[in-house]
């Protein structure tokens, strides 16, 4: 906790609800000080798989729907009240704003009403953080590699705070993008990276060769011209033929993604000396990756696979080493959309 490294009392502090509506996942936890997971509540809309992505009025309206009994959930499972909260955490950004709205404002009625301190957290932060979590926490220095549907990036994280070292990050497409988008050309629907990867255990990843945009200067990402490169190939192939080999293209396509943030990291690592290594966000719950990675011959840390994705356990984590706002000096705090912000001051 911030409060620790610099000599203060931690004490009252020892019990966060963490608050996590960056998209379309309504999320409560519970953690204590020592990074103990007492409830971790995540409710997935399944409304939009319909319009194939995330509509940000529709998944605005299901938080405002779904926010109080998830709260309640995790108040339950954790078996305390609000009166026992010493901490608020939410999630300010980056992420859809309606969305954001609904937590940051639900986050500051809540704090309000029994005058505790709020701690807004970057989610990307978040991600990171969620390594940090008992228990076996990850203590830096470390490279982190954080792979989402919104986001792709490879840091370096010298302590638990939030002023990480951005080495890398995508130049359009995230990964959990580069998933869905090509579950969707394969007709999987969406969400599709879980339905990508169990189709792909079924193909053979060398039938078909799919570019891993190696030639991008740096260690910055792009996965546009890897969809562009499925799309083209489908139009190739007859409807017979992409039928008999949907396995095939699938597992070829995963294979390229993973390889593409294989290749990045493992330059990653040379270059900055380190020789450990922590996966973050929804694409770290990918079977593929995580075998492929452990090849690096590094220590490896990832998360369970419900604190890869969207969750507010990370964000109650991230809460423990960052300064919260006394109250009522969050009530006029306000959400921001994209990385920019967070990403131009590291």
Known sequence: ??????????????????????????????????????????SSQGVHDRYGGVVPEIASRHHLELIGAVIDDAFARAEITPEELDLVAVTQGPGLVGALLVGVATAKALAAAYE??????????????????????????FLALIASGGHTLLAYVRDEGPAFEVLG???????????????????????????LERLAREGHPDTFSFPTASRVQGLDFSFAGLKTALLYRLRELSEQEVERQRADLAASYQRAIVEALFGKVRRALSETGLDRLALGGGVAANGALRERFQELGVELAVPAREL?????????????????????????????????RTLAAR
């Open 169 to 195: 990050q995508t130049l359009d497409d995230a990964a959990g993008e580069a998933f869905d988008k090509g579950a969707r050309l394969l007709g999987l629907g969406y969400p599709g990276g879980a339905a």
């Open 308 to 340: 890869c994705t969207d969750n507010a356990a990370m964000i109650a984590s991230a809460a423990r080493f960052r300064d919260p706002l006394p109250y009522p000096d969050y009530l006029e705090l306000d959400v921001y959309a994209t990385g920019e």
């Open 116 to 141: 505790l301190p709020l701690a807004p957290v970057d989610h990307l932060h978040g991600h990171v953080a969620a390594t940090f979590l008992a228990p076996d926490p990850f203590e830096p220095p």
């Open 1 to 42: 906790m911030a409060h620790r490294a610099r000599g203060l009392d931690p004490e009252p502090f020892r019990v966060i609800l963490g608050i996590e509506t960056s998209c379309d996942d309504t999320c409560a936890a519970i953690v204590t000080a020592g990074g103990e997971v007492r409830a971790n509540v995540i």
